[in-house]
T-cell receptor, first 112, second 112 residues
Framework: DGGITQSPKYLFRKEGQNVTLSCEQN?????MYWYRQDPGQGLRLIYY???????QKGDIAEGYSVSREKKESFPLTVTSAQKNPTAFYLC???????????FGEGSRLTVL | GENVEQHPSTLSVQEGDSAVIKCTYS??????FPWYKQELGKRPQLIID?????GEKKDQRIAVTLNKTAKHFSLHITETQPEDSAVYFC???????????FGAGTRLTVKP
């Protein structure tokens, strides 16, 4: 079953802890994205990667880090430096020819 | 970078009426303009897109128009149905694997 998978779906974190969100795709897409969704603010771009071993900051990269060691995987680490990490995080991969974004089901992070 | 603004933030219509959502963008190099629908608790999914070489595109009850000179594009839904109720996002990109920026979203409610 082809697609994009995010895990975990729900995550709770204590203040001061780092947490890593997983994003895996088997669509053979080069580009992958991480967005943060907050009520009334739409989808804000955290990081994106156009190809393996390369990634760029989006609009709200502070307090986050990513890696792209494999084409299929684009994990996002929410560090303790992120001041307001409680949010819904969406990962997406992009169709090479169409430009369409295919989203995962999201990960909801709550900081206790 | 690209900045996408979307209006209105909420829209309520009676079943059978039309709904229009408008977006503006700032980067004149943007050439790909997709629209995504996000139903409650689900991932965003592409419903229609338009590229800068055309001014209008239709798919059954939905249509998108693009005015490159004014840098705005709109989503039109005719004969609305309760299942059209969702949050709609517009987006803009330079195409290819370049970063995609989203508007803040419009919550559409179709009353039966």
């Amino acid at each position: 079953d082809g697609g994009i998978t995010q895990s975990p779906k729900y995550l709770f974190r204590k203040e001061g802890q780092n947490v890593t969100l997983s994003c895996e795709q088997n669509l053979n897409h080069d580009a992958m994205y991480w967005y943060r969704q907050d009520p009334g603010q739409g989808l804000r771009l955290i990081y994106y990667s156009q190809i393996v071993n390369d990634f760029q900051k989006g609009d709200i990269a502070e307090g986050y880090s990513v890696s792209r060691e494999k084409k299929e995987s684009f994990p996002l680490t929410v560090t303790s430096a992120q001041k307001n990490p409680t949010a819904f995080y969406l990962c997406a991969s992009q169709g090479t020819n169409t430009g369409e974004l295919f989203f995962g089901e999201g990960s909801r992070l709550t900081v206790l | 970078g690209e900045n996408v603004e979307q209006h209105p933030s909420t829209l309520s219509v009676q079943e059978g009426d039309s709904a229009v959502i408008k977006c503006t963008y700032s980067d004149s190099a943007s050439n790909y303009f997709p629209w995504y629908k996000q139903e409650l608790g689900k991932r965003p999914q592409l419903i229609i897109d338009i590229r800068s070489n055309v001014g209008e595109k239709k798919d059954q009850r939905i249509a998108v128009t693009l005015n490159k000179t004014a840098k705005h594009f709109s989503l039109h839904i005719t004969e609305t149905q309760p299942e059209d109720s969702a949050v709609y996002f517009c987006a803009a990109s330079r195409g290819g694997n370049n970063d995609m920026r989203f508007g803040a979203g419009t919550r559409l409610t179709v009353k039966p």
